[in-house]
């Protein structure tokens, strides 16, 4: 019977380890292919498991719901709402892994990039899409995101 025990250890043991070994974080990851980080973006972003948060397009609307004039305004206020969005679901702009930008114009390129500097962390950004967009009328910018905030 003793030695049945002791035969149990060595599984005991190696079940501890992956339990502990499971409970590791590993932070996230910005990986980008060669040696040249491209300008704004991450090719590829990994994660620790989380809960993971999609937040559907926001559009440039000021907390009334009144669309702003110009592509600045309209871009501010689109980062304001996706900042309500993920404070809502528990996050923040650096528990996003993926952004995806809609535009009408992509002349507007650097008005964009100086303002999502604001919010984003641009030494580790999020994978991005930027796509050139026929949107609602007036509407100049849609952002859409994906977080995961580690649980």
Do not use: W
């Not at 380890?17 to 590993?26: G, L, N």
């Not at 996050?91 to 919010?119: H, S």
């Amino acid at each position: 019977m003793f030695r049945r025990r002791i035969a149990h250890i060595p599984a005991l043991l190696v079940a501890a380890a992956a339990a502990a070994a499971a409970q590791v974080r590993r932070p996230k990851q910005f990986l980008n292919i060669g040696d040249k980080k491209p300008p704004g973006y991450t090719h590829v972003v990994t994660s620790p498991p989380g809960r993971m948060i999609f937040v559907s397009g926001q559009g440039g609307t000021d907390a009334s719901g009144k669309l702003a004039e110009g592509f600045a305004d309209q871009t501010e206020y689109t980062f304001q709402n996706i900042g309500r969005c993920l404070e809502l679901a528990g996050a923040t702009f650096k528990d996003i892994v993926k952004i995806n930008y809609f535009v009408t114009d992509m002349a507007n390129l650097a008005e964009l990039r100086r303002i999502r500097a604001k919010y984003l962390n641009m030494d580790a950004p999020p994978a991005a899409t930027l796509v050139q967009s026929g949107l609602v009328e007036g509407l100049l910018v849609e952002i859409e995101c994906v977080a995961i905030v580690p649980e």
